[in-house]
């Protein structure tokens, strides 16, 4: 593909390569990492955790260290990358912040009134668009707004271009590359939360499982995943407050043998007490999550008819 700008195969057998392009910085959006030879029929993907933030962006943001750093998922990228090391899996990480563009909403979903212009339909922006978390955030609760001033059309379309598309495209590739070595492939979208709120009686979840209510993944493979996590004392939820976004909605496809989940990662598990930096828990996240990488990249293998000599199920409804 055009946009990629570099291609090298590291000492682990690992091929790197980088695509898109950072308006305004010139650097590239995202990376991509693939074991030269596929270990497990899995995709991890990042696409919160970019840091790298033009100059002109943090200068038209109102409060750019305290925004910059809520909508970030913080240092979710890094957890990803030992992850995919780890467990072997092919691996997307975005660089573009999301303050910039958000990578998990659709290339339509715009805030128009953000742009000074009129919706170009006849319907209203969608929920997430007026909430302020659109496809470019507007707006944070308790803080207002995150921009002096509007943009332009110009400047959003230029984002789209350099990022949006050509992450999605590259990611269907790769995706599309492990179905068809396996005969299955499961997409995991990571991200990263704030802590959740006790609620009286349970304790609050440290990972929250996403499959948009069953519609994005085999059953086999989310009850797999918390059997996982039980089994290791970690409490998880489904679908609730996350149940996923564009990303799962764009790129699954159980009957076709492609499947996708969303993991959202409490941040306290894995950062300090700031909750800016690594903290006492990463390593231990990241072999909670290795586990689960391994244990589902088999299940998919044997989905795939790869080891089994059977066909893959039929996704559940």
């Known amino acids: 593909m055009d946009e990629f700008r570099s291609e090298l195969c ?16 010139g650097e590239p959006a995202f990376s991509i990492f693939s074991p030269a030879v596929s270990r497990l029929p899995v995709v991890i993907a990042a696409p919160h955790g970019g840091r790298r933030y033009p100059a002109d962006v943090l200068a038209r943001m109102r409060y750019p260290d ?12 890094q957890l990803a990358l030992v992850l995919a090391r780890e467990s072997g ?24 009134d953000m742009l000074g212009l009129a919706a170009p339909g006849p319907g209203p922006a969608n929920g997430r668009a007026r909430s302020g978390l659109g496809l470019v955030p507007r707006r944070l609760p308790g803080m207002g707004e995150i921009w002096r001033g509007r943009l332009s059309r110009a400047e959003v379309e230029a984002r789209i271009e350099g990022i949006h598309r050509p992450y999605h495209a590259a990611l269907a590739d790769l995706v599309a590359q492990e179905r068809a070595r396996w005969g299955a492939v499961l997409l995991i ?5 704030p802590p959740l709120p006790r609620v009286i009686g349970q304790e609050a979840a440290t990972i929250v499982v996403g499959d948009r209510f069953g519609a994005s993944c085999h059953g086999e493979l989310v009850a797999r ?8 004392g970690v409490p ?3 679908n609730r407050p996350y149940a996923g976004g564009f990303a799962l909605d764009h790129h699954a496809a159980p009957r076709r043998g492609v499947h996708a989940m969303q993991l959202e990662v409490d941040r306290a598990a894995y950062l300090d007490s700031s909750l800016i930096g690594i903290g006492p828990g990463f390593d231990g996240m990241v072999a909670l999550l290795s586990g689960l990488v391994t244990a589902l990249g088999a299940q998919v ?14 996704a559940a409804e």
């Open 89 to 112: 899996a092919g691996l997307m990480l975005a660089h573009a912040p999301r303050a910039m563009l958000d990578l998990n909403r659709a290339d339509d979903d715009v805030d128009w």
């Open 225 to 232: 995943t918390f059997s996982h996590f039980a089994a290791k």
């Open 189 to 193: 979208d990571l991200h990263s939360m």
């Open 301 to 314: 293998a044997a989905m795939g008819g790869r080891r089994s000599g059977e066909a893959w199920p039929e």
């Open 66 to 77: 305290i925004a910059a750093l809520r909508l970030e998922d913080r240092l979710v990228d």
């Open 10 to 25: 590291d000492s682990q057998g690992v091929i790197r390569r980088e695509g898109g392009v950072i308006p305004g910085l």
């Open 236 to 238: 998880a939820a489904h």
